[in-house]
């Protein structure tokens, strides 16, 4: 893996990576055989180096689309974390109820939606709600990997959910456009109006159009931050498959300071939203 720079900014205690994954190795968590694309190897080990380096205690293991809905990987890491993981399950209508129960037990908060053409695109949205209407009684949310393009269409939907749910990566919207382009109005529109919608400060260098260190997805960041300092996470995407530009995550954690100058949105950000959200002791 690249070597992360060490960062300036040190993370409060409790810090959590709320989005980030885990990937091989593959002889013993082979991916799925129909996948949309195949990742570097990025282990349990690495990502518990890349942890330490920028100084957070907590993490939240998104399960990636290349393991389809089997969701060992990320099981087994929370297994073996003494409390300081989490998970988001990549799951299906044909799931049991045992096995939803099965996740849940062992660490699971949340399952997720790609929308995205080149993943696959929008999935079966009967089967959405059919998996929707079974998780409510576990307490888990929708974690949502879709463009704010799109939610002139979906956002209807999304605030007709009973259950929380979450945008990735500020909604994949396009960092050169400016503040007033109408997907990020709309994703600033819904967070204002619906309290069960979070977003992931996460993926500066999906929406950055300059490149590294990403400095102009700030006042995007800042934007969200300040609509709804209780309901904004966190993360480093790491290990940043399918990425324009690598970035470096001890960058990515310096980029926390401007994204929140004040120390009382960067404890909501880091340690209590996501221990609210993913329930994590405080």
Not at 177 to 188: V, Y
């Amino acid at each position: 893996m690249p070597r992360i720079m060490a960062p300036a900014f040190k993370p409060p205690p409790l810090s959590c990576d709320a989005h980030c994954h885990i990937f091989g190795p593959v002889d013993r968590y082979p991916y799925a055989a129909a996948r949309p694309y195949t990742p570097q190897e990025a282990p349990l080990p690495a990502f518990k180096a890349l942890h330490d380096r920028i100084g957070v205690e907590r993490a939240v293991i998104v399960n990636a689309t290349p393991y389809g809905r089997d969701n060992t990987v990320i099981l087994d890491a929370i297994a073996q974390s003494g409390g300081r993981y989490r998970g988001i399950a990549n799951v299906d209508d044909r799931m049991t109820g045992a096995e939803l129960e099965r996740l849940a037990s062992g660490g699971i908060d949340g399952c997720r939606f790609t929308f995205l053409s080149r993943l696959g695109g929008r999935p079966d949205m009967s089967a959405f709600d059919r998996i929707v209407t079974r998780i409510v009684p576990l307490g888990w949310h929708v974690d949502l990997y879709l463009e704010a393009a799109d939610l002139d269409e979906m956002a209807p939907r999304l605030e007709a959910l009973p259950v929380p749910y979450v945008i990735d990566h500020m909604g994949v919207i396009d960092a050169s456009a400016g503040l007033q382009q109408p997907g990020f109005q709309r994703l600033l529109a819904l967070v204002r109006r619906d309290e069960k919608c979070w977003v992931k400060i996460t993926g500066p260098e999906r929406i950055s159009r300059i490149g590294p260190p990403f400095h102009d997805a700030v006042a995007y960041a800042r934007a969200l931050i300040e609509t709804a300092p209780d309901r904004v996470l966190w993360g480093t995407d790491w290990p940043h498959p399918n990425v324009p530009y690598m970035p470096d995550d001890g960058d990515l954690i310096d980029l926390v300071p401007l994204y929140a100058p004040d120390e009382r949105h960067r404890q909501l950000l880091l340690v209590d939203n996501p221990a609210r959200l993913f329930r994590f002791p405080i």
